[in-house]
């Protein structure tokens, strides 16, 4: 059921993609725009990437895909919190007023986490609008354990669609 309704937004954002998002953060193409209209419930505060890598410096990042992903690559400094496993224990010792921004692929599965830190107190918590992908289509680093890296998980190939930058692997 959930791969049928991914193929559905899917299908549409790609049918529908010169559709314009207003008033909602700006990514690179209109396709890709077109599916996070229609993927995200626009629920928590977004930051666009500019504004973010703009602000990294002061932001923590907190990178909700699953480990595998995260292994890959992720952006410097970020924490792993997860998604399938999120729990708000992995971020009970950070301040509730701290500056912290929620990413994963596209913005999904962050945007979720989001909403669980704003409802546990959370105040400064956003979502990066576009995700890992969008970071990486500007231009972005990215990093491994290793250090700087092309490399970022693209989660299957039908994600994988928007990553247009970096090597893809899955």
Known sequence: MIFFFKRKILSLALLFGAAACSGQQRVEGTGFRAL????????VPEISVADAARDSADILFL???ELR??????LAGALHVGYDHFSLQS???LPRDRRIVVYCSVGYRSEKVTEQLR???FTQVANLYGGIFEWVNQGH?????????????????TW???????KKVY
Request: proline share 4%.
């Open 119 to 121: 409802a546990a107190g």
């Open 160 to 166: 994988g669609v928007w990553l247009r930058r970096g």
């Open 141 to 157: 680093p990215v990093v491994d354990t290793r250090g700087p890296t092309q490399r970022v998980h693209a989660f299957d190939k």
């Open 63 to 65: 990178d909700a895909r």
């Open 91 to 93: 971020v009970q010792n």
């Open 69 to 74: 992903e995260y292994e890959v690559s992720h």
């Open 36 to 43: 996070l209209s229609s993927l995200l419930s626009h629920s």
